[in-house]
């Protein structure tokens, strides 16, 4: 931390890990505009999540910084950690999408626990203000569909489905351990599902946005009915904005919006919108132990940091269509590559299932 004498301000300095995936490159900017006297460092692999051209309206600013590097490299991490000697971290980096890691879980477990884990020790070994650890709702497992009256809370036992949200239960458990343990100043969000600009087209509403612009089938795994409680981005950044503000060290804090959706009625919203007609849609072989609803109690970030959503669905949703119209070239190159081998791989195998 350094101070800017001619304001007597305090200047942080921040690493973001995984800045050039969807939330992470949405937190930089955020806080970019939010904090502009903060140094910002974004460490991110470039995964087949991660592109630097999402970040390319910040890589020239001066307290901007971008360094390619995977967070499980013990050696590099700690080097950047004594070059950089920053304030706070906050972890986004990650493999982060449930289908991939039904395929091949083990770089799930590298990259969501390990990869955290040697975070922690440069954290410990040079010193912080805050690790931030960014979590999901997935860690609480689903809940029951006719049982509404149920939400998670923060202290819901954890209880994973899929190997992505058990990596990232157990990254959260680490992180809890390194707090009490080491006394490293540590906090977990567990946000429910965002959605917005940037969000790579593997995930429901990205896929079928840019499928139905496409005029092609879209495919909703099963029945349609499973239930997602959805954000809009900036939302999440801010409150993690205010956790590093105001939370408590040893805290976890839920973040969500009250917004829970059934797949099928967002596909069909997108449809609406986009003009497109509903038999596009096509029913396919269901997602193997496929978590049927999530639903976050934003309780406490509310009571005690004073965290509300201020974009509504209808409004999110709208924004976020345009902003894929508007940046096709973003996503046409992704899906112009490896994506088509992907989605042969992943949707290829599924049945279309009878509507009745
Ligand atoms: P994303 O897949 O879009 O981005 C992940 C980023 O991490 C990419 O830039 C990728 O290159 C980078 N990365 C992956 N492995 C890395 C490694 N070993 N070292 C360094 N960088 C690496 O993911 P996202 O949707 O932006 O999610 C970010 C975080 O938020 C994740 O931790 C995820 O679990 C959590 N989260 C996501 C959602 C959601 O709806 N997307 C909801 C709640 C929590
Ligand atoms: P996804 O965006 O992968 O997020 P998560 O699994 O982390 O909640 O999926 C959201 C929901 O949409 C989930 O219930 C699975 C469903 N889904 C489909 O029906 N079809 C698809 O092609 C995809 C990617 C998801």
Not at 77 to 103: Q, T
Not at 107 to 134: P, W
Not at 265 to 282: A, R, T, W
Request: proline residues 4%.
């Amino acid at each position: 931390m350094k101070y800017d004498f001619s304001q007597w301000r305090l200047i942080m300095k921040v690493i973001v890990t995984g800045g050039a995936g969807f939330i992470g490159s949405n937190f930089i900017f955020y806080m970019m505009k939010k904090h502009p006297d903060y140094e910002i460092i974004c460490l991110d692999k470039l995964t087949y999540a991660g592109n630097l051209s999402t970040l390319k309206s910040v890589l020239d600013k001066p307290n901007f910084k971008f360094v390619k590097l995977d967070i499980c490299d013990r050696d590099g991490v700690y080097k950047l950690f004594e070059e950089e000697k920053p304030d706070v971290v906050v972890n986004f980096a990650a493999e982060s999408h449930v289908d991939r890691s039904i395929e091949n879980p083990t770089i799930f477990l590298e990259t969501n626990i390990i990869g955290t884990s040697v975070l922690m020790d440069a954290c410990r070994k040079y010193g912080i203000k805050r690790f931030h650890q960014v979590s999901t709702d997935e860690v609480y497992g689903d809940l029951p569909l006719d049982r509404p009256d149920l939400f998670f809370h923060e202290d819901t036992p954890l209880h994973t489905s899929s190997p992505y949200s058990s990596s990232k239960a157990s990254a959260d458990l680490l992180v809890g351990a390194y707090g009490r343990t080491y006394n490293l100043p540590v906090t977990i969000s567990r946000c429910s599902n965002n959605y917005g600009p940037y969000q790579f087209p593997e995930k429901l509403i990205p896929l079928m946005i840019q499928r139905a612009l496409n005029n092609e089938k879209l495919p909703v795994y099963g029945d349609g009915e499973n239930v997602r409680d959805w954000l809009y981005v900036e939302d999440h950044c801010k409150a993690i904005d205010l956790i590093l503000e105001k939370g408590k060290a040893g805290e976890i804090y839920n973040i969500g919006g009250h917004n829970e959706m059934h797949n099928i009625d967002i596909v069909k919203l997108i449809c609406d919108y986009l003009d497109k007609p509903y038999s596009l849609i096509e029913h396919v072989t269901d997602r193997k132990g496929h978590d049927r609803r999530y639903a976050i109690d934003p309780d406490k970030i509310h009571k005690e940091l004073g965290w509300l959503p201020e974009t509504m669905f209808k409004d999110g949703i709208k924004k976020t269509i345009q902003w894929y119209l508007d940046n096709k070239e973003w996503w046409e190159n992704i899906i112009s590559g490896d994506y088509q081998n992907y989605y042969k791989e992943m949707y290829g195998d599924r049945k279309v299932l009878d509507k009745d």
